[in-house]
């Protein structure tokens, strides 16, 4: 089973920001909680990864909880290109072990 | 650039005939994965490879076989035995030596007719 649990689904209107949760109330205290989203009939793409300071990219913000049991990613200004399923996984980050992908969050973008 | 490379990107076959699905990455990777993608659903694993010449069962591994012979190369072999074959295909890489995670290639959506 997937370690971590997110929403199925959530809509946000174009040009705000969307805050789609995670929760890995099981993360250990050497795994990463990464993210990545999927554009349909595409490979999964890399977004932004964290241990537990708060990180920005050109793409995303990562909010990670002090107790790391949860975390948000936030795209700030969503656009319709962003309409896709978002998959939050953790995992050790200098590891080859293999990693359950869960179902994700199907994010719809609206004009 | 480097990358992984899955072809073809659509691939029909005949009920009872095996097919094998393609999986190139240019990125030194030790590491390479596959999975499987019905539709609404995540990714549920494969098979992987660690190293040349050894690799482990997913959750799912009934009915497809893999050969890594190569660092390169991760075939994948969809055999008459896998019950219900059509998916999207995804392979994937990891260095297991930075933070980047995976890096996935394009998909092969396999249709058995």
């Known amino acids: 089973d997937a370690k971590t649990t997110q929403p199925p689904s959530m809509d946000c209107a174009e040009g705000r920001a969307a805050n789609l949760p995670c929760n890995h109330s099981t993360i250990s205290g050497n795994e990463y909680v990464y993210w990545y989203r999927q554009i349909h009939s595409q490979g999964p793409q890399y977004i932004i990864h964290g241990l537990k300071n708060n990180e920005t990219n050109e793409m995303a913000s990562l909010i990670i909880t002090e107790d790391r049991k949860s975390s948000t990613l936030i795209l700030p200004h969503a656009t319709l290109r962003d309409t896709a399923v978002y998959y939050c996984i953790v995992r050790v980050a200098t590891s080859y072990d293999k990693v359950i992908f869960g179902p994700g969050t199907s994010l719809s973008v609206i004009p | ?113």
């Open chain 2, 1 to 113: 650039d480097g990358g992984i490379t899955q072809s073809p990107k659509y691939l029909f076959r005949k009920e009872g005939q095996n097919v094998t699905l393609s999986c190139e990455q240019n990125l030194n990777h030790d590491a390479m994965y596959w999975y499987r993608q019905d539709p609404g659903q995540g990714l549920r694993l494969i098979y992987y490879s660690q190293i040349v010449n050894d690799f482990q069962k997913g959750d799912i591994a009934e009915g497809y076989s893999v050969s890594r012979e190569k660092k390169e190369s991760f075939p994948l072999t969809v055999t008459s035995a896998q019950k219900n074959p059509t998916a999207f295909y995804l392979c994937a890489s990891s260095p297991g030596t930075d933070y980047y995670g995976y890096t996935f290639g394009s998909g092969t959506r396999l249709t058995v007719v």
